[in-house]
Structure formats: structure tokens, C-alpha cells
């Protein structure tokens, strides 16, 4: 269900594996529940959630105060995260930027609106790893529910995998949902900190396309991100 990475007085860092719930479903433990009992932490404060089918890094405060802080950080974007992912259809566009409002859509799913009332803000690059295969480096400047697997669905690129937005694990021969947590950094006090791990479950993120692929992508803060306007800004954008 996870491993520790990194587990100091203020917070934990877990990898969390694909397919686990972050809250109780069907009368079993969710991943929340199951790290505060087997850790034997006293206290423990969900910061941020994760898709089920999504693996990867996740933080859990540890005090009422460091659990403040860091949702402030959250809210403020103030976190740098990024995601992997991949998907086995063409892109219309290889890099850029993803915008737009999401509304509910049909069986539990988002869409992507064309209006920036109070948008979804994703950034990625892309490139070819292998014949039909394409993977994504993501920068998600917001949290929205399923806000990466909509941005890729939108370009015509749904993530390898993902049932709920059209490349079903049965039709793509996929063992899992390619949606993963890579990396992720935010500031404590006058202490920074950062994590990344590679993916560790999945036949796509385990074949030499892959690690030949991701060596360019081992620190993705350093990558070319265009500057984004500052969000009061984007906020007065029609």
C-alpha cells in the first residue's frame, strides 16, 4: 500500500502505490487510516490527496501547526510538484500549457471548460519513448480533482490506463493507471525540502524505453518552464 520515505517530527513523506485509497472504501481502510495505525503516529493530518490510481508522493502533517502551514503553502502554490505519465496517443500539441475552468462531467468524470473563471493551470513537456508511446513531464499549478488526467485528455492524449477518461486498462493491454507523483518541494519554516521517486510498479515505467527516456527529466525544477503571469493576473484574464 506505501513506503516511508521520509519520516522526521513535523511530517512523513510516503510513496503510495497505485490502486490504494486514500480514504476508507468498502468498509476497509483507506491509506490515511492504515499509515496513522501501522506507524503508531499520535497525530496525523491528511495535506493533499492522490487519485486512487495514481502512485507516488504524498506528505501527512504531523501537528495541527505543520498541517497549517503546509495547506496554506498548498493553497498559495506555493508547492512545486510534478508528474509523469504516459500516454499511448498523439498529442495535438507536444508542450504548453493547459488552462481552463472543469466542471463535472458523466460518470464521476471532469471536463475541461474554455472559460478561466477560476481555472485548472497545467504545464508538461512531451516526447516520443518508443513506437506509440509518449511520455509527459507535468507542472500542475493548482489542485483540481483529476486535473492532470483531464489536461491530457483534452490535448487527445488520455493517460495509458485510464478507464474513467478513455484508455482502459483492457483495450491498452495496461497494468495500471500511468499517473505518477514524481516529485515534489516546499519550504518549512526556514528549511527546504525535496523528494522525488521514480516509479516503481508498472510494465511501461520499468522497460529500458522508460529509463533511457527519463535521464533528461531527473530534476524536472530545472527544466525550461515558461513564467507564468502572477496569479492576480490570471485571475483578470477573460
Known amino acids: 500500500m506505501y513506503d516511508i520515505v521520509e519520516n522526521n517530527p513535523d511530517f512523513v513523506v510516503i510513496y503510495k502505490k497505485p490502486g490504494t485509497s486514500f480514504h476508507r472504501e468498502s468498509g476497509e ?29 504524498l ?19 506555493q508547492v512545486q510538484k510534478y508528474y509523469l505519465a504516459i500516454s499511448t496517443k498523439k498529442p495535438n500539441k507536444k508542450q504548453g500549457l493547459i488552462k481552463g475552468d472543469m466542471a463535472p462531467a458523466r460518470r464521476g468524470a471532469w471536463k475541461l471548460l474554455t472559460t478561466h473563471h477560476n481555472p485548472a ?63 515534489l518541494a516546499f519550504s518549512l519554516g526556514d528549511t527546504q525540502y525535496r523528494f522525488t521517486e521514480l516509479p516503481r510498479e508498472g510494465e511501461l ?28 493576473q490570471q485571475a483578470g484574464e477573460s
Not at 32 to 40: A, I, L
Request: hydrophobic share 40%.
Open 29 to 57: 481502510p483507506g491509506l490515511f487510516e492504515t499509515v496513522k495505525q501501522q506507524e503508531g503516529f499520535p497525530g496525523l493530518f491528511p495535506v493533499h490527496r492522490l487519485d486512487k490510481v495514481t502512485s507516488g508522493l
Open 59 to 77: 506528505v501527512m502533517a504531523k501537528t495541527p501547526e505543520v498541517n497549517q502551514q503546509l495547506t496554506d503553502a498548498f493553497s498559495q502554490r
Open 121 to 183: 493551470i497545467t504545464q508538461f513537456f512531451s516526447k516520443s519513448i518508443s513506437a506509440g508511446r509518449r511520455l509527459f513531464i507535468v507542472k500542475p499549478h493548482t489542485g483540481k480533482t483529476h486535473q492532470i488526467r483531464v489536461a491530457l485528455k483534452s490535448i487527445a492524449a488520455p493517460i495509458a490506463g485510464d478507464s474513467l477518461y478513455g484508455e482502459s486498462i483492457q483495450s491498452g493491454a495496461c497494468d495500471r493507471c500511468y499517473l505518477h507523483a514524481y516529485s
Open 205 to 232: 515505467f520499468s522497460d529500458d524505453f522508460f529509463a533511457t527516456a527519463i535521464q533528461e527529466w531527473r530534476e524536472p525544477w530545472l527544466l525550461p518552464w515558461p513564467q507564468l503571469l502572477p496569479r492576480a
